[in-house]
């Protein structure tokens, strides 16, 4: 399927963001080479950090967050519950229309969504997508919970998309829409949505670092990513805020 893969982060202190990534969120190692281990869920790669302790964040091009997708409403109401017993502090929690999410960040500053989608059918109406920004019912996705406690992210959670602080929206659009061939689904001031397969979103991009702002994968934060998509040769490109992305050949189900 097409479909974000592995984000690949640039981190100062690995051992500090590993038990955040495996206690906190969940995450199981799947590799470790060197100094760059590989998270997931149920055997499938989810984030690879590298190990960079001398890089510096740099304002600039990248991430905004990556979202982590959940298969039900339930397995969210057991995270969010995971989440406030263990006092962790979060950004907010969001109805989307189409989506819940919380949002919230890792110990260096990188940003986090995880989500559930709702039904297809649920996302608007004569095929047009509606999303919004309301308020989640956090009480009542924590009453839908699964009764066990939280341990592990559950067997079909993928990485659902990514959210990009962009040099310029218009020209980072189109580079996702000309060149990588998605569709145009949605605007949001400073920021436009697009994706494959008519979903609500695989890349959003936004002009909320600042205008013209380059990208630093040298930088701690996003490093690269990885996008499973049919419609080019496997390889690496670069849009054209300096944002490097590993084109990965799709199996289209």
Known sequence: MRRIGTVHLNVRDL???????????????????????????????????????DAQRIRGAGLYHFA???????????????????????????????SEALYMADPEGNGIEIYRDRQKQEWGQNGQIEMTTARM????????????????????????HIHLHASNVPEAARFYLDTLKMEHIADYPGAQFMSYDHYHHHVAVNAWAGQGVPAHPESLGLRSYELF????????????????IDIKPAVLA
């Open 68 to 98: 982590v997708l959940l298969p039900s409403r339930a397995d969210l109401g057991q995270f969010i519950r995971h989440i406030a017993e263990k006092q962790i502090p979060v950004q907010g929690a969001s109805d989307h229309h189409v």
């Open 15 to 53: 051992k500090k963001q590993l038990q955040f990534y495996q206690n906190t969120l969940g995450m199981t190692q799947t590799d470790e080479q060197g100094n760059t281990v590989t998270l997931g869920a149920a055997g499938l790669p989810l984030l690879t950090l590298h190990h960079t302790p």
């Open 137 to 160: 019912d956090v009480e009542a996705v924590v009453q839908s919970a699964k009764p066990e406690p939280f341990t592990v992210l559950p067997e079909g959670t993928i990485m659902g």
């Open 229 to 244: 998509s049919d419609v080019l040769p496997a390889g690496t490109l670069t849009d054209p805020s300096g944002i490097v």
